[in-house]
């Protein structure tokens, strides 16, 4: 910050100006945050208040220093024409969010936990959280492969923090292939003025069939005597 006169001006005795800071970012983000006042010197035009930024690695986003001036002591009776003002500090640092693949076996009853892993690669500095939300694949809700899950998840914003999304898969016996579903992450919030991304959005989860193809025969003998019919039954496990 540069508190100055007019071009050309200047005092014959020092002038101090008296303020405070405040706003969003802290005394981990700059130093000089126990500044109070600026003087003038006599016969100078100006003075500058330097804040020197710290480089961190939170991901923060755009923050902000406010200035807000109270009293200048000047035997001239000198006032303010700006008494608040603010700055910016730009964020240098970028934490991705991603969701990885899962797999489980389907099970022949009851339900199967499909879970799927987000992790957080770097610190936030702030709690956030994130959507998400399942698609069917070839495997389809309205067929009771799956059953959707959506909503919205919290992080504390702790660098390698990970949460899980359980997916409830439900047991049968059908022989079918292998079936997959999809899931997304959307809008993170907040986002930090953009430092912090989703860098893989969608993941694939896979359904394992575990039910065996093998058939089974079985025989009715005949009989000559009522021309009784001799058969075989050929059958899939019960």
């Known amino acids: 910050f540069t508190f100055s006169f007019a071009a050309g001006v200047s005092s014959d005795a020092a002038t101090t100006i008296h303020f405070g800071l405040s706003a969003s970012a802290t005394s981990g983000d700059y130093t000089g945050s126990g500044s109070t006042s600026a003087s003038i010197a006599a016969g100078d035009n100006s003075v500058t208040l330097i804040l020197p930024v710290i480089n961190d690695d939170l991901a923060e986003g755009t923050e902000t220093v406010i200035l807000t001036t109270s009293t200048v002591s000047s035997p001239y009776g000198v006032s303010l024409t700006t008494p608040t003002l603010s700055l910016d500090i730009a964020d240098n640092d970028h934490a991705g969010l991603s969701i990885a693949d899962a797999t489980v076996t389907e099970g022949n009853s009851g339900t199967a936990s499909l879970d799927f892993t987000i992790s957080l690669d770097k610190a936030t500095g702030s709690p956030f959280t994130v959507a998400y939300s399942t698609s069917d694949g070839t495997a389809h809700t309205a067929d009771n492969d799956y ?92």
């Open 147 to 238: 059953t959707a899950q959506s909503g919205t998840i919290h992080f504390s914003g702790l660098a390698g923090e990970s949460k899980t999304i359980s997916v409830p898969v439900k047991g049968d016996r059908k022989i079918e292939g292998n079936e997959t579903l999809g899931i997304t992450l959307s809008s993170p919030s907040p986002d930090f003025s953009n430092s912090l991304t989703i860098t893989q959005a969608t993941a694939s989860g896979t359904i394992s069939n575990d039910d065996s193809g093998a058939n089974t025969i079985s025989k009715t003998d005949g009989s000559e005597e009522g021309e009784e019919a001799g058969s075989f039954t050929f059958s899939l496990p019960a």
